[in-house]
């Protein structure tokens, strides 16, 4: 069978708070999320490929030796951008990690962003792209930045301090072809539509999978990256997505 996606999984549905109300917030994620790119991974991994910039300046612009990490990592497509950096990878989806486990010789595990499995204070850098997204409640996704930041070394000043480059999709694209804007609803549900090709019956049928986003309003990225225990040392938007840098603050928020 080939696996072929369609533009119309940029053609949304509004999510209301009381859709996600219904089951445990956990659970919702592993049905609207989780779930969903352990099925389409082979082809979700097909179409992601090109480093987005802002990614690619921060990777680049990373000391030699640097070590950090990439939570979230899809396909693992940005694991050799730098070759003199060292990335431990991780996602939800096994059979994402099991593509970017191929990216030698990066590590790659499967790991929840709210239970990540690695030493605190550790790391040079880390880099999280379009994953906080995901989480469905304000409380989960600053949880999620928390954990990342106290992975990071401490420091007094940026240059002592580890660096997280953290990017999700914004509100604000009415220029792009999915069109959403200020005024639209944050929780949406976006289809992926993959069509499947038979060889022998050349006939083709399409499935429908919906996973969950939280689309960010401008500054509101920066303030959950403040209210969990972080310090933006830059930001933008790029792309439709929002994106911002962030240290360790003196008092960093912990995981409860």
Excluded at 29 to 58: C, D, L, M
Excluded at 147 to 170: F, N, R
Excluded at 175 to 200: A, L, N, T, Y
Excluded at 206 to 220: D, I, M, P, Q, V
């Amino acid at each position: 069978m080939h696996h072929q996606g369609s533009p119309e999984h940029y053609q949304c549905t509004q999510l209301s708070v009381d859709d996600r109300s219904k089951a445990n917030s956990s659970a919702y994620e592993q049905q609207h999320v989780h779930n969903i790119y352990q099925q389409i991974a082979p082809h979700f991994s097909s179409t992601r490929y090109k480093p987005w910039p802002i990614v690619e300046s921060f990777l680049n612009g990373l000391a030699d030796g640097s070590i950090g990490l990439d939570v979230g990592c899809g396909n693992g497509k940005y694991l050799c951008v730098n070759p003199n950096v060292f990335m431990v990878a991780s996602d939800r989806s096994e059979a994402l990690v099991n593509i970017a486990a191929k990216h030698e010789p990066h590590s790659a595990i499967v790991a929840d962003i709210l239970m990540l499995p690695h030493p605190a204070s550790f790391f040079d850098f880390a880099i999280s792209v379009a994953v906080i997204h995901h989480l469905s409640t304000t409380p989960r996704r600053i949880l999620a930045i928390a954990a990342i930041l106290e992975t990071l070394k401490p420091g007094s000043t940026s240059a002592s301090s580890g660096k997280a480059l953290l990017c999700v999709w914004a509100l604000e694209q009415k220029e792009s072809r999915r069109g959403w804007d200020q005024d639209d609803e944050q929780d949406v549900m976006v289809p992926w539509i993959m069509r499947e090709k038979s060889v022998k019956e050349n006939e083709k049928s399409a499935k429908t999978f919906h996973r969950y986003y939280h689309l960010y309003r401008s500054g509101e990225l920066q303030s959950d990256i403040s209210a969990a225990g972080g310090t933006v040392l830059d930001s933008g938007y790029e792309k439709d997505n929002w994106w911002a840098i962030a240290m360790r603050s003196t008092t960093c928020v912990t995981q409860g």
